[in-house]
């Protein structure tokens, strides 16, 4: 069986658009309970997706890296269905806001009056974060 026999075809998509759509050699996803790969021929699943990076394994040189907030993955029959809250290409991150963001959520998580406040806070910091760590990473 040649490389281009044994892609997945993968689709990112989140509320706003269609972030990414092409075939791959894998994915690595954060699950909720843990990063997990998927690769030519995986069981078809459904998983939990948590805040981190969506890396898609294009050739044996090239990756694509996505920062993610959560959301849903489906596997079916070497097709990857990616649901998710928000994804943005690594090369799309504005360091600057991102900064700013984590800044924010910060001074929210010290000023938070309630505990769904600082659940909040500590959401958007995680957000900010990852975004932070993904571009830092890969620029």
């Known amino acids: ?35 997990f ?11 939990s997706l948590s805040v981190g990076p969506l890396i898609l394994t294009l050739s044996n040189t090239e990756k694509s890296v996505f920062a993610t907030s959560g959301g849903f993955i489906e596997v079916i029959g070497n097709v990857v269905t990616v649901l998710a809250e928000t994804a943005e290409s690594a090369s799309d991150i504005d360091a600057e806001r991102a900064k700013k963001a984590e800044e924010r959520a910060l001074e929210r998580l010290h000023n938070a009056s309630s505990d769904l406040d600082r659940i909040r806070a500590e959401q958007s910091l995680d957000r900010a974060r990852n975004r932070l760590r993904i571009q830092v990473a890969n620029t």
């Open 1 to 35: 069986m040649s490389d281009s026999q044994r892609l997945i075809r993968v689709d990112i998509v989140a509320p706003d658009k269609r972030v990414f759509q092409g075939d791959v050699i894998g994915v690595h996803a954060p699950g909720v309970d843990g990063g």
């Open 37 to 47: 790969q998927i690769l030519y021929n995986h069981a078809p699943m459904i998983a």
